[in-house]
């Protein structure tokens, strides 16, 4: 398995514009989740799915934030606007039938907002 | 809220030597907890899970233990070796099957 593809790699953008993440996720794995990686927070949970249903998105900083899963095979997340402390690295995981099971990360998607 | 605390945040050590990780929890309630390696710029790559009823787990040069009751689990790494560099994070996960609480790393650095 190619393991948990994330896209893009690396994006850069000024203050508002429309940022879109992609994730695919291990085939099988039931549950998908999105986190953002800071120096000054560490890693946060943002929100997880499972089987394609959102489960708990308390961890979504604010409503420009949103997330969707519309099949087992890929998920978004979005911002919009994007502003500067947005700039982050955003990791999508996966794991398999249960949300305590192994976690599967990504590579990662390096956001800097201008 | 569950709180984890990683110490040292950083140890530089020269090859060849044993070492040892630390991870502590503030909530000893927990259902499982995972160590993970994170290389610059890459994502994290899962190294050992022990479950709570477990007290270890090993996987090649590496040893992960875990006391509950104590709110403690330790990443032992024998004859480290340059391409053990990296930065070590440990998560736990609530016996409510909450999210994965992440510590914030140990950045190791083996000297060749």
């Known amino acids: 398995d190619a393991g948990v593809i994330q896209s893009p790699r690396h994006e850069v953008t000024e203050m508002g514009q429309e940022v879109t993440l992609r994730c695919k996720p291990i085939s099988g794995h039931d549950y998908l989740f999105w986190y953002r990686q800071t120096m000054m927070r560490g890693l946060e949970l943002l929100i997880y799915?499972?089987?394609?249903?959102?489960?708990?998105d308390s961890g979504m900083p604010e409503d420009r934030f949103s997330a969707k899963m519309p099949n087992a095979s890929f998920s978004t997340l979005k911002i919009q606007p994007s502003e500067p402390r947005d700039s982050a690295v955003y990791f999508c995981a996966s794991s398999l039938q249960t949300i305590t099971g192994e976690l599967f990360f990504g590579e990662g998607s390096r956001l800097t907002v201008l | 809220k569950q709180e984890v605390t990683q110490i040292p945040a950083a140890l530089s050590v020269p090859e060849g030597e044993n070492l040892v990780l630390n991870c502590s929890f503030t909530?000893?309630?927990?259902?499982?907890l995972q160590w993970f390696r994170q290389d610059p710029g890459k994502g994290l790559t899962s190294l050992l899970l022990i479950q709570s009823s477990q007290r270890e787990q090993t996987s090649g040069r590496l040893n992960a233990s875990l006391d509950k009751s104590s709110g403690r689990s330790t990443l032992y790494i024998a004859a480290s070796q340059p391409g053990d560099s990296a930065t070590y994070l440990c998560?736990?996960?609530?016996?409510?099957?909450?999210?994965?609480?992440f510590g914030t790393g140990t950045s190791l650095t083996v000297i060749p």
């Open positions: 998560a736990v996960n609530g016996n409510t099957g909450n999210q994965f609480y």
């Open positions: 799915f499972n089987n394609n249903v959102p489960i708990d």
């Open positions: 909530d000893s309630a927990i259902y499982n």
